[in-house]
């Protein structure tokens, strides 16, 4: 009898690997790059003309001018850290930072919470990029939104077909030490 539910050859076993650690190496890649921008938001600040080019960009990239509430939210942001929104923008990358390394290297290392922190933080995202296009179209941010949702599906099928593999190993070792 043949199985019902069909199991993509993307998930089974020796491909699902190589994919993993493909999407762990592009995670933190992601990362380092995030890092520039956030530690260049930082300490770069003193150049007044480039940051004020950078501040018009990011404004115009998260649609400041669209929408009240993420306006509303930057306004207390800043006010919160009392640095400006330069300053604010930089601590958050470098906040992002940290979490794209941790899914990176947590998937490259094939740890199951990583997986599910990966799924979580790109799925969260995808709503902003499909909102991001509808107002800036652009074949960057299509291929951002595709990757994303690659890794997401991917990733759900990984975690559903893989087994808790915890118990079983430690039930070996019990048995291998008996």
Request: charged share 15%; with cysteine; hydrophobic share 55%.
């Amino acid at each position: 009898m043949s199985n019902p539910a069909h199991v993509p050859a993307i998930v089974q076993e020796p491909r699902r690997h190589r994919y993993l650690k493909l999407i762990a190496l592009f995670k933190i890649a992601k990362g380092v790059l995030v890092l520039l921008l956030g530690v260049s938001l930082l300490f770069l600040n003193a150049r007044t003309r480039w940051m004020d080019a950078l501040s018009n960009w990011t404004a115009d990239e998260i649609l400041l001018e669209h929408s009240k509430a993420v306006h509303y939210l930057l306004n207390n942001l800043q006010a919160v850290l009392a640095g400006g929104v330069l300053r604010a923008t930089g601590l958050l990358a470098l906040f992002y930072t940290a979490v794209l390394f941790t899914e990176g290297i947590g998937v490259y290392m094939q740890q199951r919470w990583a997986e599910l922190l990966m799924i979580f933080a790109t799925a969260a995202l995808i709503p902003l990029e499909v909102r991001h296009i509808w107002h800036h179209p652009s074949l960057a941010a299509v291929l951002i939104l595709a990757v994303n949702c690659f890794i997401v599906w991917f990733l759900y099928f990984v975690l559903r077909r893989k087994p808790n593999s915890a118990p079983a190993r430690v039930d070996r070792e019990l048995a291998k030490i008996s």
